[in-house]
């Protein structure tokens, strides 16, 4: 089983705790994750990489929750952040770790910068020469020099949803591979500016492997020619973008982690350069479900709509990718199957977790529970049609504590004035 959620006499758990239980004392919609499986998942990429020097940088933007920055922070793991909220975050969480912390995203902005280096991060993967400029602005105007990483655009397919596909020059993101050279070059003349790696990253929820390493092939050409140059990189940096399975296909992620690291080791193999990961939802996805309870069910025409107190603004990846998740009865019951539509309260069209799923029959007051929401599931969420975010409870072991409560009308109002 490739998640922490399990039916123990009839009931769903998520390790020792029933998520019965939890909703009972919580309330619903209610994210709940394990901290086990995501320990573990951590464990099982650092072992597939243990050969050469590394960190796993955690893609922040996956769950930002401060328990699980400060989690994985205990255990060695990095940072990887795209914003000065980022910065913050892992500050507050983790502040031994602000020396693993690399800083991505194409229109970082001075104050951030300026926090960013202030704070002593490992490094900038920078995404465009107007960056690069400003970055050494700030290093000079703020007297620290600050390491960066090009990170390159290597125009690598890797075959994923287009909103998450990222390594083609047709996306907004890094630098063209065969204008990096130039940019290292010209960027020697920047007293505060250190050239210390490259970086890259194909995309999210990629499967296969072979895209990961023929993007670091190319990488590693260009690392060469920067040797040519003088210029010696002390890092490379694969990314993130290792998928999970989200159907019940038979799924063995060490089996997958370990593909994936042939495949980035295989590339940069005797380069002696330490290798930086940006894993995010390989590590928290499958952690995590969400709890919603069933407030409706209705028929319109043919179809039956079991309508649910979690929406769209809850976890947004079915209605803006057509994300499947596995959709379960927390309490089992005996009795037929039927094709519903579960939708959240949510006035759009779009606010649907699942069409035509094969459940068996839901009535007012069951609870389902949304599985491998644990990675750009709270991270996304919103308060459209003022909704209150969920509240968050982390499970160790069989004992469960609230990592972020409810959200309440007082904290959505508290901005505005009249
Ligand atoms: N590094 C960079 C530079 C990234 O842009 C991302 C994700 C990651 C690492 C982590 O990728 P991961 O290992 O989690 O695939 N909201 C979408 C996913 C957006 C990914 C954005 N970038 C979803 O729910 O599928």
Known sequence: NPRPFAYRKRVLQCDGVSLAALAESHGTPLYVYSQQHVLARLAMFQQAFAAVPHTICYAVKANSSLALIKLLGEQGAGFDIVSGGELERVRKASKKSL???????????VAE???AIGAGILLFNVESEGELALL???AEALGIEARYSLRVNPDVFADTHPYISTGLSAHKFGIDINAARGIYRKARKYKFLK???VSVH???QIRAVDPFGKAMDRVVGLVMELREDGIHLTHIDAGG???IEYTDAPFDPEAQVAAYAEAVLKATEGLGLHLLLEPGRFLVAQAGALVTRVLNVKKNGDKTFVITDAGMNDLIRPSLYQAHHQILPVKQAAGASAPVDIVGPVCESGDFFARDREMPASKPGDLLAILDAGAYGMSLTSNYNT???PAEVLVDGDEARVIRRRETLKDLFGPESL
């Open 202 to 204: 194909i995309g999210s």
């Open 195 to 197: 050239a210390a790696g």
């Open 387 to 389: 909704r209150p975010r």
């Open 99 to 109: 020396d693993r912390v690399v800083f991505a995203g194409v229109g970082k902005q």
């Open 113 to 115: 910068i300026d926090a």
């Open 136 to 138: 050494a602005e700030r």
């Open 241 to 243: 973008g290792l998928g």
